[in-house]
């Protein structure tokens, strides 16, 4: 019992350190002296427009669904501290509807070997080993996961539809520049209300190399939880149907950090396929309807 207390005790200490520190780092990009002007504003767009095309994202409207297989792995005390899926480490298969947070996750392995959880229009339902379903109550790890995961494999495409799309400069992140544009809604001002991104687009390459975003909704109830943000590297991209898709996506808690071992959690994709499955298959009950973009 003493363990658990003190185990517990030591995760909201460095939580909370580091969720102080981590309000001011970001807010060094979005605090910077840019405001949203109509010379930033058409910058911005126009970067974010450039790297949606340059990875082929003007062809996912092509398609309705898309599956893949994966490897996810979380690492250390804030790993087991913030995992969404039953296991620290574990493979699983993924289905989702473009442009939707309707998706299934399938667990090969671990805990939950076997069983199915999803999302249809927000409503969680699972499926067991004897393939019944039930819509039950909200397992939020699992409603967060499913959708965030969606939410990173979309990113760019979705992004680019914000209403505030504002230039913010140039970077640099090992050995590499960037241009820098920030995302957002109802204002650019960090707020609780909405998440900011800030879009990192190599000058080389025009790809986005990184993405850093608050965390405003989320399943941690740690001291000043809200503040949460991360950064996330997509790299092993892979041309499937004219469209670059990154086949490795590694999380870092709060920061980019110089060394890319040090991450939080890391999904490896392999089998990513479009269209291989019937977008009925995400519809386990017709009254409740189909998802859209929206949370």
Request: charge should be neutral; hydrophobic fraction near 35%.
């Amino acid at each position: 019992m003493k363990r658990t207390i003190y185990r517990l005790a030591a995760i909201l200490i460095v939580g909370s350190t580091l969720l102080q520190s981590c309000r001011a780092d970001l807010g060094k990009i979005l605090d910077k002296d840019n405001p949203v002007t109509a010379e930033n504003t058409n910058k911005g767009e126009e970067l974010l427009n450039g790297a949606w095309k340059t990875q082929g994202l003007d062809n996912l409207k092509k398609h309705q669904v898309y599956s893949y297989d994966s490897h996810d792995e979380w690492k250390g005390m804030l790993g087991s501290m913030g995992k969404v899926w039953p296991d620290k480490k574990g493979d699983m298969s993924f289905k989702y509807k473009v442009g939707t947070f309707d998706g299934q996750v399938t667990f090969k392995g671990g805990k939950r070997d076997g069983e199915v959880a999803g999302l249809q229009n927000w409503n969680y339902y699972e499926i067991g080993e004897e393939q019944d379903t039930a819509f039950q109550k909200r397992d939020k790890r699992l409603v967060f996961g499913i959708s965030a995961f969606q939410y990173f494999g979309e990113m760019v495409d979705r992004l680019k539809n914000a209403p505030i799309v504002v230039y913010a400069g140039e970077d640099e992140a090992r050995g590499e520049m960037y241009d820098l544009v920030v995302c957002t809604w109802n204002t650019i001002e960090a707020h609780d209300g909405s998440d900011q991104y800030v879009v990192w687009i190599n000058k080389k390459t025009n790809m986005v190399d990184y993405v850093q975003y608050t965390i405003r909704e989320n399943y941690l109830k740690v001291p000043g939880y809200k503040a949460m943000y991360g950064g996330i590297q997509f790299s092993d991209y892979k041309t499937i149907d004219g469209i670059q898709i990154p086949h490795e996506q590694t999380v870092f808690v709060f920061d980019l950090k110089k060394k890319k071992k040090k991450y939080l959690h890391q999904l490896r994709i392999t089998n990513f396929k479009f269209d291989d499955f019937d977008s009925k298959d995400l519809v386990i009950d017709e009254a409740k309807g189909v998802g859209g973009d929206f949370k």
